[in-house]
């Protein structure tokens, strides 16, 4: 399996090996992590997607991860992802909650309390 990392402006796409996540996930340091497991196939992943953009745009000191639950089973089987999408959340490289569906008020308010 080929791993890769992209860094882009607003968000860090990871899709590849556990060892890559773990590398996200400490490269953070106390910044708060939501990674989110989704699929292409996936239409209320597709349905969140300009959603969760436009908190990347509004809180830039959170680190988005995106995991293609396709292209990287190892991270998805090791954070025991069964529905998609799910938002995990870390602190401190420690899952503190995990989001599953798409409620965007969920997810702002998680964003706010934890970072």
Request: contains cysteine.
């Amino acid at each position: 399996m080929k791993w890769f990392v992209v860094v882009l402006f607003l968000a860090t796409v990871v899709s590849g090996t556990k060892e890559e996540f773990v590398t996200a996930l400490s490269g953070a340091g106390d910044k708060l992590v939501i990674a989110e497991f989704a699929a292409d196939w996936c239409g209320p992943c597709q349905g969140i997607e300009p959603k969760i953009k436009v908190m990347e745009e509004e809180f830039q000191q959170v680190v988005f991860l995106e995991i293609d639950v396709d292209k990287d089973s190892e991270t998805t089987e090791a954070a025991h992802i069964n529905r998609v999408p799910t938002f995990k959340f870390y602190k401190h490289m420690e899952e503190v909650l995990t989001i599953v569906g798409t409620d965007e008020s969920s997810i702002r308010n998680a964003v706010m309390k934890w970072m």
